[in-house]
């Protein structure tokens, strides 16, 4: 009697979609917000993303090599997070500082901890942080090339009572990042992303939510400067980009609730009250620790299963 019942382990059932597949899928929708960085800010920041993304790849390479693992840069994170890297950092920056910066995100925040997958903190994010407590490297903001008398950033500028129109904040002709100016490229890559369902709107909607209702009732609802702060520094990038990464966020959708919000609330919190003007970074790495303690108190009960 032929046995037809076959086991096999979870999953059962495969949506076809490849880690290759989702990392290109995220490049693709950051090429809108690429584009706009070199046009504002000139070929320099150009130099930036493409030292970035070949240190990222190079030194995963030869972290593999060394230890004779599998290579893994086919599946293009690394590629990802050099990218990332490069275009939340400025087009001045000195290029030492994107090698090493390269290295701390791939080496230390990734393939120490086991490679994609099993790194704790979003590595971008976390190189962000550790290059601007060690070298300050955001303090001197490059500008774009059409404006000579530039010199602060829209956060700045918010900061010290003045106010910036939302047209120069939507087209990026700001001072800021290589890949936060362009409010309107990085709402493109958005919808790429929805659209491809590479990622859900529980957390970039309620992130920006959380900001802007927060910064409403600081600024006697004013909307407009509300808006401007939604629209100011590395927050659509970074609620866009950096807070959905699968690894470092909640996979349920009551995690991704309480992880969105939680990233909007400590965004502000450190943008009204801390000692630094963008909280993004700090508010992401904060919320990628508390990930899987998240993912513990909103995960399923399992059908039968005891509390």
């Keep these: ?17 490849s880690t290759s597949k ?8 950051l090429l809108p917000t690429t584009v706009a960085g070199t046009l504002i800010f000139g070929l320099r920041s150009l130099l930036v993303i493409a030292v970035c993304v070949l240190s990222c790849v190079c030194f995963e390479a030869l972290f593999n090599i060394a230890l004779k693992k599998e290579q893994t840069v086919g599946d293009l994170s690394a590629a990802l997070t050099g990218l990332l890297l490069a275009l939340n950092l400025p087009a001045i920056i000195p290029i ?18 086991g490679g994609i997958g099993f790194n704790v903190v979003n590595p971008a994010i976390t190189a962000r942080v550790f290059m601007l407590v060690a070298f300050g490297s ?38 800021g990042a290589i890949g936060e100016t362009c409010a309107i490229a990085l709402l493109i890559g958005f919808v790429y992303l929805l659209i491809r369902r590479v990622i859900t709107w529980h957390i970039p909607v309620l992130y920006v939510a959380s900001v802007y209702i927060l910064s409403l009732f600081v600024e006697g609802f004013d909307f407009t400067k509300a808006l ?27 995690g991704k609730i ?38 513990k108190m909103s995960a399923h009960k399992v059908f039968g299963g005891q509390k």
């Design 138 to 175: 955001m303090a001197k903001q490059a500008f774009p090339i059409a404006d000579a008398v530039s010199s602060a950033t829209p956060l700045e500028i918010m900061a010290n009572g003045n106010t910036v129109g939302l047209k120069d904040l939507l087209l990026g002709t700001t001072g």
């Design 228 to 254: 401007a702060m939604i629209l100011s520094g590395g927050l659509l990038l970074g609620a866009v980009f950096m807070a959905t990464d699968y690894v470092t966020s909640p996979s349920t959708a009551k």
């Design 96 to 113: 030492w500082q994107c090698v090493l910066g390269s290295a701390f995100a791939i080496i230390i925040v990734k393939c120490l901890f």
């Design 258 to 295: 309480i992880f969105g919000i939680g990233v909007g609330v400590i965004t502000f919190l450190i943008r009204y009250y801390g000692v630094y003007p963008e909280g993004v970074s700090f508010a992401i790495l904060f919320m990628n620790i508390l990930t899987p303690y998240i993912d």
């Design 22 to 29: 989702i990392m290109r899928d995220v490049i693709i929708a």
């Design 1 to 17: 009697m032929n046995n037809n019942l076959k086991l096999s382990v979870s999953p059962h059932i495969h949506s076809g979609r």
